[in-house]
């Protein structure tokens, strides 16, 4: 099968298991905090660490497995986890000032984005 068809896969399923805590965490937590967010981009952070690390110290798997796993399968859960990994290489290559204008960069561009967006449409439909 195609690597894109893994990626494609593993997105279907964690998109699914992304609305799953949106709806739970909306239950139980409430709906006053973003809490449905925060929950998968910990968790999210949390799996990406442990299985590259795994798979690069334990575990053999070809690159359509780790494309359905990372890209796939927590990619579709949260793209913060790709956005930690990419700072944690950054790091551990010890390219500190790249690291920070990514983290940095990232989230306050990110931020702006959003706003912009928000604006722009806010102000063509008004």
């Known amino acids: 099968m195609p690597t894109i068809v893994w990626v494609a896969l ?3 399923i964690s998109s699914a298991a992304r609305y799953g805590v949106n ?3 909306g239950r139980v937590l409430g709906a006053e905090f973003p809490w449905h967010t925060f929950i998968v981009n910990v968790m999210g952070c949390f799996a990406m660490g ?4 795994l798979m690069a110290l334990k575990l053999n798997v070809g ?4 494309a359905f796993l990372t890209t796939g399968i927590l990619g579709g859960f949260t793209t ?8 944690a290489l950054l790091v551990e290559r010890k390219t ?3 690291a920070v204008a990514y983290g940095a960069g ?16 806010r102000s063509l439909a008004s």
């Open 96 to 98: 500190y000032g790249a």
């Open 23 to 25: 709806v739970w965490s």
């Open 50 to 53: 442990a299985l590259v690390s």
């Open 106 to 121: 990232s989230v306050a561009l990110s931020l702006i984005a959003v706003f912009a967006g928000l604006y722009l449409v």
């Open 10 to 12: 593993g997105g279907a």
């Open 80 to 87: 913060f986890s790709a956005f930690s990994l990419d700072f």
């Open 63 to 66: 690159p359509e497995i780790r």
